[in-house]
Each structure stands twice: as structure tokens, then as C-alpha cells.
């Protein structure tokens, strides 16, 4: 079932790490508190979006001094980064078996006297 197109056809991806960033710092509308969240530089991430500003050869963010807003093709593709990410997610939560789960780690003596009671 592997044509050429299905061979080639996810080559025109941008890098899952450059996506992560990007998707931070959009929601954060601050690349140091993307930096902070994702433990990189704040430099790594400017440099990260103006990667992924230069593959897809248009701007994502309007910067102004320290402010920094997204254009609408940001706010476009901040849209479709969630929803790709949302979907992976539930797909690896269903995979995985874990949807609606929660696992906590706990010593024994702490869990015995104030997580079972």
C-alpha cells in the first residue's frame, strides 16, 4: 500500500521539537515563560520559531519590544498544533490505556496514613 506519495508526504513537516516550542510559547505569548516550561534557553526557543518561521516562510509572531502577539497565520497554525497534539495524545492515552487514569507515586507509610484514608 506504499505509494509514493504516502513515502514522501510527511517530509514537509516541521521538527515535533519546533512544533512543542512553538505551541508553548503561542499560549504562553512569552518566549521566556516557554523557555521556563519546557527547561531550554530563551534564546533556543527564538531561535526554534525563527526556524520554524523560515520553513514556513511567513511570520508567526508580531514583536513589539518585549511584547510579542501572534499574526493570523500564528493564530492559524496554533489551531491546527492543538488539534494534532490533542489527537496524538488521545490516540497514545487509548493506546496506552490510560485515558481518565491518574497514577500517583508515593511512599508506603505517607500513602497508608493520608492518600488511602
Known amino acids: 500500500m506504499t505509494n509514493s506519495y504516502t513515502r514522501h508526504r510527511y ?7 519546533s512544533i512543542r516550542i ?3 510559547a503561542a499560549r504562553h505569548l512569552n518566549f521566556t515563560l ?4 519546557l527547561s ?4 533556543g526557543v527564538s531561535k526554534q520559531i525563527k526556524g520554524l518561521e523560515r520553513f514556513l516562510n511567513t511570520s508567526l509572531f508580531i514583536r513589539k519590544g ?8 500564528g493564530r492559524l497554525f496554533y489551531t491546527g498544533c492543538i488539534e494534532a497534539l490533542d ?8 493506546i496506552q490505556g490510560q485515558a481518565g487514569q ?10 497508608s496514613r493520608w492518600l488511602i484514608p
Open 11 to 17: 517530509q514537509q513537516l516541521p521538527s515535533q521539537q
Open 22 to 24: 512553538f505551541e508553548s
Open 34 to 37: 516557554a523557555a521556563e516550561e
Open 40 to 43: 531550554i534557553t530563551q534564546s
Open 66 to 73: 518585549q511584547k510579542i502577539d501572534l499574526t493570523d497565520t
Open 87 to 94: 489527537c496524538l495524545q488521545q490516540t497514545i492515552d487509548t
Open 102 to 111: 491518574l497514577r500517583l507515586q508515593a511512599p508506603p507509610t505517607f500513602a
